[in-house]
C-alpha cells in the first residue's frame, strides 16, 4: 500500500476530476455531502453521502459536483498493488462499524494542529487491511502465480514475453488474457510494480538515483517521469513528506 497524498474539506466551486487516462492508483473519497456526479463511458451514477468510494485505477472516468451544493469529504490517494481495483466500489459506512471509526480517526487526524503523515500512514494501513479483507476482489488463480512472479521480480530486466513464456503462453494471447483480468497490460502492471517497489525504497532513506537504479529504470530522469505521472509528484516531494517513518 501506497498513500500518496490525503485531505478533507469542502472543494472549490470549480473543482471537478477528469481522468482521460487510468491514472494507476486510487482515489478513495468518503463522502460527508455535496451533489455528486461520477461518469465513465456512457454511464452516469449520483454517489451518495455516507458512502466510501473507491474509484477505478485502470479505468477513465470524471467526477464533478454542482457549486450550489459542493463535495465534502475526506479523500485519499492510494495505490492498492499488488490488487487493481478495475470498477468503482461503492461501501456505505454504518455508524459505530470498524471502517467508520476508522475514517473518522483520519479526519481527526488532519484537523488536529499537531497532526503528522506519519500517524495518517498507519491509519490508512488499517483501512487498507480492511478493504482488502472484505471488499477489494482477487484474481483468477491462473493469474496468482504470475502477479505474484511480477511483485517478487519486478527490479529484474524482464520483458513481457520472458514472462509469458515462463508461463507457458504465447506473448499475444497473454497480453490479451492479463488484459482482461486486471484491464492493464502486462507491461503497465510491471511499471507499477516497479514504482510501488520505489515508493518504499524512498521511505526507507534511499536517494532518488539509487532508487532508480535499484527498481529497474535507465536514470534518474526516466524514474522521475514515470513517478511523476503515476503519483503527481515528485519522487523528492513524495520521500520529504514522510521523511520521518522508521
Not at 463522502?31 to 466510501?52: F, M, P, S, W
Amino acid at each position: 500500500m501506497i498513500l500518496i497524498d490525503s485531505g478533507f474539506g469542502r472543494y472549490r466551486p470549480q473543482w471537478g476530476v477528469n481522468e482521460l487516462q487510468p491514472c494507476g492508483f486510487c482515489r478513495v473519497y468518503y463522502l460527508l455531502g455535496g451533489d455528486i456526479t461520477y461518469r465513465e463511458g456512457d454511464t452516469t451514477q449520483k454517489l451518495d453521502t455516507g458512502h466510501l468510494y473507491i474509484f477505478p485505477a485502470s479505468r477513465s472516468y470524471s467526477i464533478s459536483h454542482t457549486a450550489a451544493d459542493r463535495i465534502k469529504c475526506l479523500w485519499l490517494h492510494i495505490d492498492f498493488l499488488p490488487t487493481v481495483v478495475d470498477s468503482l466500489l461503492q461501501i456505505p459506512v454504518l455508524p459505530q462499524s470498524s471502517l467508520y471509526f476508522v475514517l473518522n480517526a483520519m479526519i481527526a487526524q488532519m484537523q488536529d494542529a499537531g497532526k503528522t503523515d506519519l500517524y495518517l500512514h498507519y491509519l490508512a494501513e488499517a483501512l487498507v487491511q480492511y478493504l482488502q479483507a472484505k471488499h477489494l476482489h482477487s484474481y483468477p488463480r491462473r493469474l496468482e502465480g504470475i502477479i505474484a512472479y511480477l511483485q517478487a521480480h519486478c527490479r529484474e530486466e524482464l520483458t513481457v514475453s520472458q514472462v509469458s513464456s515462463r508461463f507457458g503462453y504465447s506473448t499475444e494471447y497473454f497480453i490479451r488474457m492479463f488484459h482482461q483480468s486486471v484491464h492493464l497490460t502486462p507491461h503497465q502492471y510491471l511499471t507499477g510494480c516497479r514504482l510501488h517497489a520505489a515508493a518504499q525504497l524512498l521511505l526507507q532513506g534511499h536517494s532518488v538515483k539509487e532508487t532508480a537504479l535499484l527498481c529497474g529504470f535507465r536514470d534518474a530522469k526516466t524514474f522521475g517521469r514515470c513517478f511523476r505521472q503515476r503519483y503527481l509528484c515528485a519522487p523528492s516531494q513524495y520521500k520529504s513528506r514522510y521523511l520521518s517513518m522508521p
